[in-house]
Nanobody
Framework: QVQLVESGGGLVQAGGSLRLSCAAS????????MGWFRQAPGKEREFVSA????????YYSDSVKGRFAVSRDNARSTVYLQMNKLRPEDTAVYYC???????????????????WGQGTQVTVSS
C-alpha cells in the first residue's frame, strides 16, 4: 500500500515563502517520478511541478516557474516543493502524487499518477 503524507502548508502573506514536504512509503521511491498539483476552490486540479525519479529533471507550470523549486531526497523517500514569492492566486490545496509507472519522463497530466496524498492547504493573504 502506497502512502503519501504532505506537510508544510499554512497561511502566509503575499511575497512570503513556504516549503511543502511529501513523505512516501510502500513503493520503491527512487524508481518513480513525483508530481505536485493544486486545486483552488471552484477550480479544477492543475499541475504545478514534477520531478524525475533521479531528481535530474524538473518541470513547472508557467504560473510558478521561477518562483517554485521541486526537489527530492530518495534516501528519505521525500519530495519537496519550495514556494517563494507567493501570490494570493497560489492559494489552494496542494497534493503530491506518485507516477503509475517506473522511470520515464514526468508528466503534467493527473491521470499519469495513481497515488495521491491527502493534500495540504496553502493560503496566501494579500
Amino acid at each position: 500500500q502506497v502512502q503519501l503524507v504532505e506537510s508544510g502548508g499554512g497561511l502566509v502573506q503575499a511575497g512570503g515563502s513556504l516549503r511543502l514536504s511529501c513523505a512516501a512509503s510502500g513503493r520503491i521511491f527512487s524508481s518513480y517520478n513525483m508530481g505536485w498539483f493544486r486545486q483552488a476552490p471552484g477550480k479544477e486540479r492543475e499541475f504545478v511541478s514534477a520531478i524525475s525519479y533521479s531528481g535530474g529533471s524538473t518541470y513547472y507550470s508557467d504560473s510558478v516557474k521561477g518562483r517554485f523549486a521541486v526537489s527530492r531526497d530518495n534516501a528519505r523517500s521525500t519530495v519537496y516543493l519550495q514556494m517563494n514569492k507567493l501570490r494570493p492566486e497560489d492559494t489552494a490545496v496542494y497534493y503530491c502524487a506518485v507516477s503509475r509507472t517506473r522511470w520515464g519522463t514526468p508528466s503534467d497530466r493527473s491521470y499519469e499518477y495513481d497515488y495521491w496524498g491527502q493534500g495540504t492547504q496553502v493560503t496566501v493573504s494579500s
